[in-house]
């Protein structure tokens, strides 16, 4: 079974960074997907990031594009995702989710971890 474990949700000031980690499991089939999505209060959630094996390619939204960094440490089959230049507007529970063969923006991914909240605020 696949198990996604997140870490790293704080109280950060605007302009500042803060870095979450999704620690995962039992994705053992190749062409396998890793995105991070958000829900903010009274919002839609939306992803933030799609990391996908198949290209090694990582998609991001308009939103977060050129602020929010996804790398991976394969020894510690972690994820993790890089925040800078923290906005209000990035406030939400952090959450990643796996599947395979979702490319693109991880629309069908269907392992889903528990959720970090991140709060960005003065």
């Known amino acids: 079974q696949v198990q996604l474990v997140e870490s790293g949700g704080a109280l950060v000031q605007p302009g500042g960074s803060l870095r979450l980690s999704c620690v995962f499991s039992?994705?053992?089939?190749?062409?396998?997907?890793i995105g991070w999505f958000r829900q903010a209060p009274e919002m839609e959630r939306e992803v933030v990031s799609c990391f996908n094996s198949a290209d090694d390619g990582t998609y991001y939204p308009n939103s977060v594009r050129g602020r929010f960094t996804t790398s991976r440490d394969s020894t510690k089959s972690t994820v993790y995702l890089q925040m800078n230049d923290l906005k209000p507007e990035d406030t939400g529970v952090y959450t990643c989710?796996?599947?395979?063969?979702?490319?693109?923006?991880?629309?069908?991914?269907?392992?889903w971890g528990n959720g970090t909240l991140v709060t960005v605020s003065s």
């Open positions: 989710a796996a599947g395979y063969r979702t490319y693109g923006a991880c629309s069908g991914v269907g392992f």
């Open positions: 039992g994705l053992t089939r190749p062409y396998w997907s």
